[in-house]
């Protein structure tokens, strides 16, 4: 493609982004300033549309970009837009306020990337199951209920109720949570083996006919929720965009999103350091087969641990997206590793 078409079709793109409405050469020669008439600008565009890069979506209309046009300007025209300084500070600001739990850092990612995109957003969360026991703890807080803490090496902090046997005082629980730290510190969740439980359950000399029970719960709770989880940011943003005014197609979208198996498989991550691009039918999904999913993955201790992801419309801001993306990954990736 010579450097006249390459320019002629930059300027359908960005015009088509900003406006939603199909662009014709008059505006091209005279918003672009390309130096050319719309004559020659209609050439070029007849040129492009035989190329399979623009399309005219119906008679006398204006061209839009086809997705193999969008994909050639992902991949050779855009110019990727820095993100800028008061962007930067806010995106450190936000998640230094939720340096203390992963969670609540990574769901604040989710909800900033939506906020700066104006897109919906997707996060996959590391799954538990990958992470080892830092510390186990558990608090009476009423008559025959306590408090099992879980913290992981990530930082990670789980809250579950459980019940406990009648009878056990506070210095009962210490013993106990001295002992299971003893066996299960280093050890990984998806490792988890019962007959750790027995050798726990061995030790304990005292109680044993109360504790049968409890061990059992304490097995059971660490094994609950190591799944990973799917957040989603920002869904009615979509509503926004001209191209899902159509409600069976929003419904269609809608449904998908809610699929959270689906949705680990879409956003499952790869080997691959950097900014991944989907337009239109290279989503694997019929759903999203009028939308662009970019995703970039987030580190733990150099590990791949998650995804996040923004979802939006072919006709999306792909050069602002990706940028606020690719920083927001690595200042959340910065965030894991210091908390």
């Known amino acids: ?44 565009m007849a040129d492009l549309e035989e190329m399979g890069l623009i399309e005219q979506p119906h008679t006398s209309a204006g061209r839009i970009p086809s997705q193999s046009g969008y994909r050639y300007y992902v991949d050779c025209l855009m110019e990727k837009e820095p993100v800028r300084n008061e962007t930067r500070e806010m ?34 969360a590391p799954s538990m199951g990958q992470n080892t026991l830092r510390h186990i703890q558990f608090l009476p807080v009423e008559r025959e209920k306590a408090v099992m803490v879980i913290v992981l090496d990530n930082g990670h902090v789980e809250h579950r109720l459980i019940e406990a046997p009648e009878g056990l005082n506070e210095e009962d629980f210490h013993s106990i949570s001295q002992l299971l730290n003893q066996h299960i510190r280093g ?21 044993r006919d109360l504790l049968g029970k409890f061990i059992a719960q304490v097995e059971n709770s660490l094994l609950v929720g190591q799944d990973q ?50 337009i239109g039918t290279e989503n694997m999904y019929e759903g999203l087969k009028d939308c662009s999913l970019i995703t970039a993955t987030y580190r733990f201790d150099g590990k791949i641990i998650g995804t996040l992801g923004v979802l939006g419309p072919t006709r999306m801001e792909y050069s602002k997206a990706i940028s606020v993306l690719d920083f927001l990954t690595k200042a959340l990736s910065e965030g894991l590793n210091k908390l």
């Open 187 to 207: 050890l990984s969740l998806e490792n988890w083996r019962a007959s750790v439980m027995q050798t726990i359950y061995r030790d304990l000399d005292y109680h």
């Open 229 to 278: 989880k799917v957040y989603l940011g920002g869904a009615l943003n979509i509503l926004n965009q001209p191209e899902f005014k159509d409600i069976d197609k929003v419904k269609t979208l809608m449904e998908l999103l809610e699929e959270e198996s689906l949705m680990k498989e879409v956003l499952s991550p790869t080997d691959e350091d950097g900014v991944t691009v989907r």
């Open 91 to 124: 995106i450190r600001g936000a998640l230094l306020n939720r340096m203390r739990e992963t969670e609540a850092l990574i769901q604040m990612s989710g909800k900033l990337l939506s906020q700066l995109t104006s897109y919906t957003t997707l996060v996959l």
């Open 1 to 44: 493609m010579d450097e006249r078409k390459r320019r002629v079709l930059q300027a359908i793109i960005l015009d088509y982004i900003a406006t939603a409405d199909p662009v014709g050469s008059r505006t091209i020669a005279k918003k672009y300033n390309l130096g050319v008439s719309p004559a020659t600008v209609r050439n070029e």
